[in-house]
């Protein structure tokens, strides 16, 4: 069983085609919570060069400060108190947030432009899905802003120790991953099952969040992953939050919820998003 595949690219062609695009993604939506664009429209060119700079920038400016960190020490010491038993409370990653007001890396060269295209190229996608499926379920003081978050995920020296990153629902409204084409290790909880999302080149896989579950009152899933450690070697992945701002109000969408209809009724309350993110934050935390 693999995630669905596809063809971003037959939104634009005939209205068959177009219709049965549009369907696939609410089968994806509904189904999965999880699936991959292909000819999406980001220029693959672009996309090597994402590859090449976040690597780029692992190595130069991450990598040793990583294996010093807290979070390495910790697990290197909690490592030798257990006895080689695996980690359960830890996430084995590093990660940088690309937002406009924080400081960017500076030392890798082309890294600030190549990323700054890169958060173009993926506004433009999220905009043209978001206008082909959700924008009539959007509420509208939810206005959607891009956050690009680089995570860089470690297995190396000692993946027995840890699992990588824990399963999650992503907090957000729609992500847009570009994960590693060669190393995989990302998985879903379908039906009770792990289901590898298969890394492929030039994909992007998109998943909903769990602010669209909400929103569509229950109807798109906010689909448990978590990423798997792979021997001695790294996986990159630059994750994109396309979210509502932190004021904005989340609750089902009117039209979908029917009052006098027992199945379908209102499920989810409604809260600001901002208060969603900090109670997520806490329970993020490693403990
Ligand atoms: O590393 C990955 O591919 C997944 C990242 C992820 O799930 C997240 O950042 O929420
Ligand atoms: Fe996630």
């Given amino acids: 069983m693999a995630i669905p595949v596809i063809d971003f690219s037959k939104i634009n062609g005939t209205g068959e085609e177009r219709a049965k695009t549009m369907a696939q993604i609410a089968n994806g939506c509904e189904e999965w919570g999880f699936f991959q664009l292909m000819n999406h ?3 693959e060119e672009l996309l090597e060069r994402v590859k090449k700079v976040c690597s780029e920038y692992f190595k130069l400016e991450r990598e040793e400060t990583f294996k010093n960190s807290t979070a390495a020490k910790t697990v ?14 830890v996430d084995w990653e590093d990660v940088i947030t690309l937002l406009d007001n924080n400081e960017w890396p500076s030392k890798t060269p082309g890294f600030k432009e ?6 173009a190229e993926l506004k433009k996608l999220a905009e043209k899905k978001d206008t082909s499926r959700r924008h009539s ?26 699992n990588g990153l824990r399963a999650h629902t992503d907090a957000g409204g729609v992500i847009l991953l570009f994960q590693d084409d060669e190393v995989g ?16 080149k030039n994909t992007i896989v998109i998943n909903t969040g769990d602010q669209i579950e909400v929103l569509s009152n229950g109807r798109y899933k906010s689909t448990w992953h978590r990423v798997l450690a792979t021997p001695d070697r790294n996986r990159r992945s630059i994750a994109s939050f396309y979210n509502p701002s932190l004021k904005a109000t989340v609750a089902p969408a009117p039209a979908l919820v029917v009052k ?19 109670v997520y934050a806490e329970q993020k935390v490693p403990s």
Avoid: C
């Fill in 41 to 43: 429209g980001i220029p």
């Fill in 76 to 89: 290197s010491y909690l490592a030798g108190k257990k006895n080689g038993e695996k980690l359960e409370n």
């Fill in 114 to 119: 190549t990323m700054t295209e890169y958060r």
């Fill in 137 to 162: 379920m959007m509420e509208k003081e939810t206005v959607p802003s891009l956050v690009p978050r680089l995570a860089t995920t470690h297995h190396v020296r000692i993946p027995e120790l840890v």
């Fill in 185 to 200: 290790g990302l998985q879903i909880l379908k039906d009770g099952q792990w289901i590898d999302v298969q890394p492929m």
């Fill in 260 to 278: 006098d209809d027992e199945k379908i009724n209102q499920t989810y309350p409604k809260f600001l998003f901002g208060d969603y993110m900090s």
